[in-house]
């Protein structure tokens, strides 16, 4: 194993409660590669990165870090680093390649044997069922507009807790339905590459439905199991120059959208009112039938938390816009990552103590199943170090302020296919040479480690 970088000292993180669970998340898409063996079927992925100017320098994931052949070098990796739990994602395409019917056991052999690895290495398998990479078949029927989508991932998600729920006990069905909606269906920057605006929204509820009749499914298959979703939540901030009604009604708008969509149904059973935006009644025009509501609302064993930073929105500049907000930068001089992102570890103290304020006793216990940054290629990543110790920080304060976290996944475990910016942005604790598959550690591995180490010691 290569030596790295000598580890950091970071500002001392207060302890978190006994159990907490330290993690690292991936996603199948971005790290397996060996895109069409063993029988696996196309993704959208597949599809998108190979139309011209979809994916930056025509990057593609056909080959990723190559953890299909690489997994016991992986897993060896994450028990150095002391993990509790592992998220990855399961590819769809990979388990049925026509994303119904016929199973491929090879694809379900894969992950057969990813489990035992982790296991063997005291490290608990918590895998995503959807993380993005729906079956192309599936996508030439409609994809998540079709409502039957919701169907197939029931089924999918039974053959899959069937094969491993023996040993797998913590599932997530979906990751950051918000984002899938957003960039695959409104703006088309992401896979399927479709750029349908508002009329995208059905998508937002087929997922939901067809996380609820998975939990149903995993629930079945897997008695003993915990369902989680992983949602990508932000806080919603305005300019301190602009405070008016009109900057407030964007804030509240931006809201609705990008988090009470995805949550309230979850935890409350009933949408925010959508009618602003050409969702006429309760039933959005027939897309929301009886009982979808109850079935999204089943209860969850916990909130799985996406936090990257939090929004700026203004009131729109144009009266006549589509959408009532406008997004803003802040006036701040916050640190950015090399995707320009801002750094703002109290906007994840904010947003956890604000789910607990908007939620009351319907919030499960949250899971950060995702929090990280992009930082320069290099081993000492200094940057990164500061990142994840300010936001596990700003996790203790929400947890002294009364939130119940249960767990931090951090983004991620290796650099890997970042989607539309093909693997320009790096956001591991692991460097990947995407020329020959070498790992080597960075300095924010250690430093993890020897966080991990320290809170449990
Ligand atoms: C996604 C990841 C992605 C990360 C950084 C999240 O929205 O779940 O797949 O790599 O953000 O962009």
Same mark, same amino acid.
Request: proline share 7%.
């Given at each position: 194993?290569?030596?790295?970088?000598?580890?950091?000292?970071?500002?001392?993180?207060?302890?978190?409660?006994?159990?907490?669970?330290?993690?690292a998340?991936?996603?199948?898409?971005?790290?397996?590669?060996?895109a069409d063996?063993?029988?696996?079927?196309?993704?959208?992925?597949d599809t998108?990165v190979?139309?011209?100017?979809?994916v930056?320098?025509?990057?593609?994931g056909?080959?990723?870090c190559?953890?299909?052949?690489?997994?016991?070098?992986?897993v060896?990796?994450?028990?150095?680093?002391?993990?509790?739990a592992?998220?990855?994602?399961?590819?769809?395409?990979?388990?049925?390649p026509n994303?119904t019917g016929?199973?491929?056991?090879?694809?379900?052999?894969?992950?057969?044997?990813?489990v035992?690895?982790?296991?063997?290495?005291?490290?608990?398998?918590?895998?995503?069922?959807?993380?993005?990479?729906?079956?192309?078949?599936?996508?030439?029927e409609?994809?998540?507009l079709?409502?039957?989508?919701a169907h197939?991932?029931?089924?999918?998600?039974?053959v899959?807790?069937?094969r491993?729920g023996?040993?797998v006990?913590?599932?997530?069905?979906?990751?950051?339905?918000?984002?899938?909606?957003?960039?695959?269906?409104?703006?088309?920057?992401?896979a399927p590459?479709?750029?349908l605006?508002?009329?995208?929204?059905?998508?937002a509820?087929?997922?939901?439905?067809?996380?609820?009749l998975?939990t149903?499914?995993?629930?079945?298959a897997?008695?003993?199991?915990?369902?989680?979703?992983?949602n990508?939540?932000?806080?919603?901030r305005l300019?301190s120059?602009?405070?008016?009604?009109?900057d407030?009604?964007?804030?509240?708008?931006y809201?609705?959208?990008?988090?009470?969509?995805f949550?309230d149904?979850?935890?409350?059973?009933?949408?925010p009112?959508?009618?602003a935006?050409?969702?006429p009644d309760?039933s959005?025009?027939?897309?929301?039938r009886?009982?979808?509501?109850?079935?999204?609302?089943?209860?969850?064993d916990?909130?799985?938390?996406?936090? =990257?930073?939090?929004?700026w929105?203004t009131?729109?500049? +144009?009266? /006549?816009?589509l %959408?009532?907000?406008?997004? @803003?930068?802040? !006036?701040e001089?916050?640190?950015r990552?090399?995707?320009?992102?801002?750094?703002?570890p109290?906007?994840?103290?904010?947003l956890l103590?604000?789910?607990?304020?908007?939620?009351?006793?319907?919030l499960?216990p949250?899971t950060?199943?995702?929090?990280?940054?992009?930082?320069?290629?290099?081993?000492?990543d200094?940057?990164?170090?500061?990142?994840?110790?300010?936001?596990?920080?700003?996790?203790?304060?929400?947890?002294?302020?009364g939130?119940?976290?249960?767990?931090?996944?951090?983004?991620?475990l290796?650099?890997?296919?970042e989607?539309?910016?093909? =693997?320009?942005?790096?956001?591991?604790l692991?460097?990947? +040479?995407f /020329?020959t598959? %070498?790992?080597?550690?960075r @300095?924010?591995f !250690?430093?993890?480690?020897?966080?991990?180490?320290?809170?449990?010691s």
């Amino acid at each position: 194993m290569p030596v790295t970088t000598s580890p950091i000292d970071a500002t001392p993180l207060p302890r978190l409660p006994a159990g907490f669970v330290w993690g690292a998340s991936t996603a199948a898409y971005q790290i397996e590669g060996a895109a069409d063996e063993d029988g696996k079927g196309p993704s959208v992925w597949d599809t998108f990165v190979r139309r011209p100017g979809a994916v930056r320098d025509g990057h593609t994931g056909d080959f990723a870090c190559d953890h299909y052949h690489r997994l016991d070098e992986d897993v060896e990796l994450m028990r150095r680093l002391g993990l509790d739990a592992y998220r990855f994602s399961i590819s769809w395409p990979r388990v049925l390649p026509n994303g119904t019917g016929k199973v491929e056991p090879r694809g379900l052999d894969f992950y057969d044997r990813l489990v035992d690895a982790l296991l063997g290495a005291g490290i608990e398998p918590t895998p995503t069922l959807f993380h993005w990479d729906l079956p192309q078949a599936l996508e030439d029927e409609g994809g998540w507009l079709n409502r039957d989508t919701a169907h197939r991932f029931a089924e999918y998600a039974a053959v899959t807790g069937e094969r491993i729920g023996d040993r797998v006990k913590r599932w997530i069905t979906l990751n950051e339905p918000f984002v899938h909606m957003t960039y695959g269906y409104a703006f088309g920057v992401h896979a399927p590459g479709r750029a349908l605006m508002l009329d995208a929204l059905p998508v937002a509820h087929h997922q939901l439905l067809g996380h609820g009749l998975a939990t149903a499914a995993l629930r079945a298959a897997v008695p003993d199991g915990q369902v989680l979703i992983a949602n990508n939540c932000s806080p919603v901030r305005l300019r301190s120059d602009a405070r008016s009604d009109q900057d407030s009604a964007a804030a509240s708008a931006y809201d609705v959208l990008h988090n009470r969509l995805f949550n309230d149904p979850l935890l409350t059973g009933s949408y925010p009112d959508l009618s602003a935006y050409g969702m006429p009644d309760r039933s959005w025009g027939g897309v929301v039938r009886e009982g979808d509501l109850a079935a999204i609302a089943a209860p969850l064993d916990g909130l799985g938390v996406n936090y =990257y930073n939090p929004t700026w929105v203004t009131a729109p500049n +144009d009266p /006549a816009a589509l %959408l009532p907000f406008d997004l @803003a930068e802040p !006036e701040e001089p916050y640190q950015r990552t090399t995707f320009d992102w801002p750094v703002v570890p109290d906007g994840l103290t904010e947003l956890l103590t604000g789910l607990k304020d908007r939620y009351g006793d319907a919030l499960p216990p949250v899971t950060i199943t995702e929090n990280g940054c992009a930082q320069p290629t290099g081993l000492d990543d200094r940057a990164r170090v500061d990142y994840l110790s300010g936001h596990i920080d700003a996790v203790a304060r929400a947890v002294a302020l009364g939130v119940d976290v249960r767990g931090y996944f951090t983004w991620s475990l290796l650099d890997n296919f970042e989607w539309a910016e093909g =693997y320009h942005q790096r956001f591991g604790l692991v460097e990947v +040479d995407f /020329a020959t598959g %070498l790992r080597t550690p960075r @300095a924010s591995f !250690e430093w993890y480690r020897g966080l991990i180490a320290s809170q449990r010691s």
